[in-house]
């Protein structure tokens, strides 16, 4: 996608709503999962670029621990989680690495990958078929921002999994869930060294080797100097 058209991007999202109209109307389908493993480094086969999409009978277990904790918020708060937590990253802006008019890009303070990156509407939207056509072209355009951003990291063409979570197609209400991207890229200080989940991480827990803070500073820098030479 770093290398894509603003319009070819937008056009792979146009199919990614398609598939997610068609199969989540199915009765048998609660969760529909669009992602894309770049690079052989993240166990990707194909050399060109490419994604899945995956629909299950059941709601995944990453998407289950968000939906609870949303859900929590939600009925405690009343308020939808990610939309506030959103304003508080905005305010901060130091975790902030790109934004446009109806998406921000940002590095969670959970992030343990070294450059992780979520992508987050500026409206409560819970499916990409919720937005409006604007709102699309918004948000190919944040993706193209996020991986050339990446790419400039280490001059390199980065590797990451991306995964969309919209709200499940469970045919139940999720006025708590709020449509989001998580990129985990496993690059961690150039382009030949990654980082292992192993030895304790594995077995205990994961550990980050650079703050979220630190992270979106180079994230930005990165994004300056890709903005410079185009």
Not at 22 to 48: C, W
Request: glycine share 4%; hydrophobic share 45%; aromatic share 10%.
């Amino acid at each position: 996608m770093a290398k894509m058209s603003l319009e070819d991007i937008r056009a792979v999202v146009d199919v990614w709503e398609q598939q997610f109209v068609e199969l989540g109307t199915r009765k048998d389908i609660a969760y529909v999962q669009v992602f894309e493993n770049r690079d052989a480094m993240m166990g990707a086969s194909n050399p060109h670029p490419h994604g899945q999409i995956w629909a299950s009978r059941s709601i995944p277990n990453e998407v289950m621990t968000e939906l609870r904790g949303q859900q929590t918020h939600f009925k405690e708060k009343h308020e939808v989680l990610l939309c506030a937590y959103l304003a508080i990253e905005v305010a901060r802006g130091e975790r902030i690495v790109g934004a446009n008019a109806g998406f921000v890009a940002l590095v969670p303070y959970w992030a343990v990958w070294p450059f992780e990156v979520m992508i987050l509407p500026r409206r409560p939207v819970a499916r990409l078929e919720d937005m409006t056509a604007a709102e699309k072209l918004e948000f190919a355009d944040i993706l193209q921002t996020v991986t050339a951003t990446c790419d400039a990291v280490f001059e390199t063409p980065f590797s990451y999994s991306m995964g969309l979570h919209p709200a499940p197609y469970d045919e139940e209400e999720h006025p708590e869930w709020q449509f989001h991207v998580h990129f985990c890229p496993p690059l961690l200080r150039s382009a030949t060294i990654r980082k292992f989940m192993v030895g304790f991480e594995l077995l205990g827990g994961p550990q980050r080797d650079i703050t979220p803070e630190s992270a979106a500073d180079v994230l930005r820098k990165a994004s300056a100097r890709t903005l410079a030479t185009t």
